[in-house]
T-cell receptor, first 112, second 117 residues
Framework: NAGVTQTPKFRILKIGQSMTLQCTQD?????MYWYRQDPGMGLKLIYY???????DKGEVPNGYNVSRSTTEDFPLRLELAAPSQTSVYFC???????????FGSGTRLTVV | AQKVTQAQTEISVVEKEDVTLDCVYE???????LFWYKQPPSGELVFLIR??????QNEISGRYSWNFQKSTSSFNFTITASQVVDSAVYFC??????????????FGKGTKLTVNP
C-alpha cells in the first residue's frame, strides 16, 4: 500500500517557469490537501479538495492552481514561478473528519 | 478563526530528561480534533495522536503522554526520559470545519526539539 505519493522529490525552477507537482493516493480518500512549509512558519494550506471535481482555496492560494479529475490524483500547478514559492510542499489525504491526514514525503522546490 | 500557538520555538535537553511541548489553541467550534505530528530530520510528517474535544482523558503511549485541558485550551505533549531519536520538529494541529462538512487542519509553527547525548 503506497499511501500518498508525491513527485518529484526535488526540483529547481527558474523564475517564470511553470511546473506541476504530482500527488496520488491509493487509499480511496475523498479529502486531499496541499500545504507548503517554510522554515519556522509551520504548514500553511494552499488548496484542498473534498472530492473529484470540487476544490477550494486555503490560506495561501495565490500563484497556484489545482484540479481534481479523479479521486486518486490532486496535482498542484505553479504557472509563473517566483522566489517566494521556494518551499517544501506536502500533499495529504484524509478519509473523513477527525481522522487526521496521511502525508506524502514532500517536494522541495527552489526557485532561482 | 482557528489558531494554534506553539510558543516554544526550540528546546534543547540532555538525554533522559523529561520535556513538555506546549500547545494552545483557539476555536469557536464545539466539536473539534487536536493532533500532534512529528517531523524528524528526514522530513516526513508522522502522525502521533488524535484527540476529540469531548474526550479530556489524558493519554499515555510508552514514553509519550498528552494532557488535554479544555478549560485552558491546551493540548500539551510530554516525552519522558527523552532519547536522541526524539530529536525532531513537533507540530500541534487543530481541525477546522471546511467546505462540504470536511475538515482542514490548522498547524502551529512547530517546536524544534534537540536531545543531546
Amino acid at each position: 500500500n503506497a499511501g500518498v505519493t508525491q513527485t518529484p522529490k526535488f526540483r529547481i525552477l527558474k523564475i517564470g517557469q511553470s511546473m506541476t507537482l504530482q500527488c496520488t493516493q491509493d487509499m480511496n480518500h475523498n479529502y486531499m490537501y496541499w500545504y507548503r512549509q517554510d522554515p519556522g512558519m509551520g504548514l500553511k494550506l494552499i488548496y484542498y479538495s473534498v472530492g473529484a471535481g470540487i476544490t477550494d482555496k486555503g490560506e495561501v492560494p495565490n500563484g497556484y492552481n489545482v484540479s481534481r479529475s479523479t479521486t486518486e490524483d490532486f496535482p498542484l500547478r505553479l504557472e509563473l514561478a517566483a522566489p517566494s514559492q521556494t518551499s517544501v510542499y506536502f500533499c495529504a489525504s484524509s478519509m473523513r473528519t477527525g481522522n487526521g491526514y496521511t502525508f506524502g514525503s514532500g517536494t522541495r522546490l527552489t526557485v532561482v | 478563526a482557528q489558531k494554534v500557538t506553539q510558543a516554544q520555538t526550540e528546546i534543547s535537553v540532555v538525554e533522559k530528561e523529561d520535556v513538555t511541548l506546549d500547545c494552545v489553541y483557539e476555536t469557536r467550534d464545539t466539536t473539534y480534533y487536536l493532533f500532534w505530528y512529528k517531523q524528524p530530520p528526514s522530513g516526513e510528517l508522522v502522525f502521533l495522536i488524535r484527540r476529540n474535544s469531548f474526550d479530556e482523558q489524558n493519554e499515555i503511549s510508552g514514553r509519550y503522554s498528552w494532557n488535554f485541558q479544555k478549560s485552558t485550551s491546551s493540548f500539551n505533549f510530554t516525552i519522558t526520559a527523552s532519547q536522541v531519536v526524539d530529536s525532531a520538529v513537533y507540530f500541534c494541529a487543530l481541525s477546522a470545519t471546511a467546505q462540504g462538512g470536511s475538515e482542514k487542519l490548522v498547524f502551529g509553527k512547530g517546536t524544534k526539539l534537540t536531545v543531546n547525548p
